[in-house]
T-cell receptor, first 114, second 114 residues
Framework: AQSVTQLDSHVSVSEGTPVLLRCNYS??????LFWYVQHPNKGLQLLLK??????LVKGINGFEAEFKKSETSFHLTKPSAHMSDAAEYFC????????????FGQGTELSVKP | ETGVTQTPRHLVMGMTNKKSLKCEQH?????MYWYKQSAKKPLELMFV???????ENNSVPSRFSPECPNSSHLFLHLHTLQPEDSALYLC?????????????FGNGTRLTVT
């Protein structure tokens, strides 16, 4: 069975410091992986996606994620946090054998301190 | 603009009321989705439509009734809801129901059942 685990429910960083949001997945097949961001009172917005091309994926707003098959991880990083990055982040896995069904992680709330 | 518009943004209804949520996408996508987002829970997939045909009903109670008249519009008809149905209801669309097609979300309808 496919699953996704976001290892931290809440991460707090200071503005200008690096961001690391951790995600591990479990899949018997080659997965597609996504990160979404949700700001308060908004829907989810796609940050980036991995679909078996380059293992280092660059997304919007300076975020990037690296697919590491050996570690079954897809951690999200950003070199320097901005106040506007404060939001909820969701790691999502999708596999072809389940008709494209998306499996969402529980979410990580990112707080950015001035 | 997200390309996916949901109305209303907020809805308060009694348990005996009948109301409808509306979703419209302007992206030319073929698949549309309803998700339920409750506090402290992962996103729950409710229904999926692909080319106007329902392809997934995730064991949703019959008090929720979806309708997809065309590929651009999706409705969720509500009747005799329960207080535990209070949540953020998110509509999404994707190019198709493939496993590497990212979702585009609306901003949601915040539903409160009294």
């Amino acid at each position: 069975a496919q699953s996704v685990t976001q290892l931290d429910s809440h991460v707090s960083v200071s503005e200008g410091t690096p961001v690391l949001l951790r995600c591990n997945y479990s899949s018997s097949y080659s997965p597609s992986l996504f990160w979404y961001v949700q700001h308060p009172n908004k829907g989810l917005q796609l940050l980036l996606k991995y679909t078996s091309a380059a293992t280092l994926v660059k997304g919007i707003n300076g975020f990037e994620a690296e697919f590491k098959k050996s570690e079954t991880s897809f951690h999200l990083t950003k070199p320097s946090a901005h106040m506007s990055d404060a939001a909820e982040y969701f790691c999502v896995v999708s596999v072809n054998n389940q008709g494209g069904k998306l499996i969402f992680g529980q979410g990580t709330e990112l707080s950015v301190k001035p | 603009e997200t390309g996916v518009t949901q109305t209303p943004r907020h809805l308060v209804m009694g348990m005996t009321n009948k109301k409808s949520l509306k979703c419209e996408q302007h992206l030319g996508h073929n698949a549309m989705y309803w998700y339920k987002q409750s506090a402290k829970k992962p996103l729950e997939l409710m229904f999926v439509y692909n080319f106007k045909e329902q392809t997934e009903n995730n064991s949703v109670p019959s008090r929720f009734s979806p309708e997809c008249p065309n590929s651009s519009h999706l409705f969720l008809h509500l009747h005799t809801l329960q207080p535990e149905d209070s949540a953020l209801y998110l509509c999404a669309s994707s190019q198709d129901q493939g496993y590497n097609s990212p979702l585009h979300f609306g901003n949601g309808t915040r539903l409160t059942v009294t």
